[in-house]
């Protein structure tokens, strides 16, 4: 934790991390280690922790009570920065168990936000001391409350405007019964909201490998889950709906799941249903000139440019999230991981109206406002990947009770 208090010169993408600055300078707030009664101590063998069961339910129990003994001082600290050695590796992540996810469940019923430290994390801080901190204390930052960036103004979008990402997973209910529960994530053009809603459908789900290949929501559902997610909203903007809402999910929408949103939104002028799709074998090379060869073009020593859109119908577009970025290297050119052709993601509009060059405008940044990472950008927009997380960890940990959380819980 000394580490984000000092600057650091980068060691390694020297073409893109630039110089670490120190915590207070970079925020300008200061960082403190909490006081001796905000800390607990584990013992070093998983073994010896003082409750009974398997390694993993002894695991859970030293989470809930470390948590449980947190929440009487919690005054005394922002968030709460965990240890798991290596040493447990064996109970951290097995076939019905997954630490991170039961530590940031139990730490959302908590209402604390959790920073996980594994030992990867001390051997590279010797290596890549500023990339470690710029990591780190971004992910400090945004759980203890900040904003670290939000979205530029971009022309053509209303101001007023919300996204909303939709993402599903499935819960065992009884014997054989599985449920789809929702997952949506709100927030605003300023990064304001962040808000996750777990939401468990009301339609049960029989067959389950039916609900893996069509997770649709009933018209009823959406209409409900979207009308709570609004409330969020509302409660951010003093009761005021968004003048333009944009939904996202990965499927397409059914007819009567923009029903559903159609009626849940009647008070909005403009709403989207946006499909995003990122698993497509279409690839794209970069033609440039060619003076001197017996060709007008040839292809660019460099991937395509992120950003390009190519129309694929009046609804349906390409847009290369991934691809070269020279704005964010020294080295005039810049390809995120350096490796292989970028594939673009699909955009595809299943409600709504207006230029394709908006909605994928707006998928381009959306791309860029993950708080949980220094990349330029991630995949898929973070619509979409916050609520993907959202709905992995309710995979993971069933009993995680549906309700509104702030997505730095689960950060």
């Known amino acids: 934790m000394k580490l984000i208090q000092k600057p650091h010169a980068p060691t390694d993408r020297k073409d893109y991390v630039p110089r670490y600055p120190g915590f207070e300078k970079l925020f300008s707030?200061?960082?403190?280690?909490?006081?001796?009664?905000?800390?607990?101590?584990?013992?070093?063998?998983?073994?010896?922790?003082?409750f009974g069961g398997s390694s993993e339910e002894r695991l859970a129990a030293a989470f809930r009570s470390a948590l449980s003994n947190l929440e009487l001082v919690r005054s005394e600290f922002d968030v709460v920065v965990v240890h798991l050695p290596d040493a447990w590796g064996h109970a951290l992540k097995t076939d019905s168990f997954n630490a991170h996810d039961v530590l940031k469940a139990l730490g959302a019923g908590f209402g604390i936000p959790t920073q996980v430290i594994n030992d990867r994390a001390f051997a590279f801080s010797q290596t890549s001391a500023a990339s470690i901190a710029w990591r780190l204390a971004i992910a400090l930052y945004v759980k203890a409350g900040g904003t670290p960036w939000k979205l530029a103004p971009m022309a053509?979008?209303?101001?007023?405007?919300?996204?909303?990402?939709?993402?599903?997973?499935?819960?065992?209910?009884?014997?054989?019964?599985?449920?789809?529960?929702?997952?949506?994530?709100?927030?605003?053009?300023?990064?304001?909201?962040?808000?996750?809603?777990a939401f468990e459908a009301r339609d049960p789900v029989l067959n389950l490998s039916e609900a893996k290949k069509n997770p649709f929501l009933s018209r009823a559902d959406m209409r409900a889950v979207l009308a709570r997610s609004l409330q969020i909203y509302q409660g951010r903007n003093g009761g005021a709906l968004p003048r333009r809402l944009v939904i996202h999910k990965t499927t397409s929408f059914r007819g009567e799941e923009i029903q559903g949103a159609r009626e849940a939104t009647a008070g909005i002028p403009e709403f989207e249903c946006i499909e995003i799709g990122s698993n497509t074998a279409w690839r794209g090379v970069w033609m440039v000139a060619n003076p001197s060869g017996p060709k007008p073009t040839k292809p660019d020593g460099y991937p395509v440019p992120r950003g390009i859109v190519q129309a694929r119908?009046?609804?349906?577009?390409?847009?290369?999230?991934?691809?070269?970025?020279?704005?964010?290297?020294?080295?005039?050119?810049?390809?995120?991981?350096?490796?292989?052709?970028?594939?673009?993601?699909?955009?595809?509009?299943?409600?709504?109206?207006?230029?394709?060059?908006?909605?994928?405008?707006?998928?381009?940044?959306?791309t860029k406002m993950d708080w949980n990472n220094d990349a330029l950008y991630d995949p898929v927009p973070v619509t979409i990947r916050y609520s993907q997380k959202l709905a992995k960890t309710i995979a993971n940990v069933p009993d995680l009770p549906g309700s509104a959380y702030p997505y730095r819980l689960f950060m």
């Open 29 to 50: 707030i200061p960082v403190h280690a909490a006081p001796q009664s905000a800390r607990v101590l584990w013992p070093d063998s998983i073994d010896e922790l003082p």
């Open 156 to 197: 053509g979008i209303p101001e007023g405007t919300a996204y909303i990402g939709l993402a599903y997973a499935l819960r065992k209910h009884g014997e054989g019964t599985h449920y789809v529960t929702c997952c949506s994530q709100v927030f605003d053009m300023d990064g304001g909201g962040m808000q996750f809603v």
């Open 313 to 366: 119908s009046e609804t349906s577009c390409f847009v290369w999230v991934a691809g070269n970025a020279p704005g964010a290297s020294t080295n005039g050119a810049y390809y995120q991981g350096g490796k292989s052709i970028p594939r673009p993601i699909i955009v595809t509009r299943h409600a709504g109206s207006g230029p394709l060059d908006l909605i994928a405008h707006e998928a381009l940044a959306l």
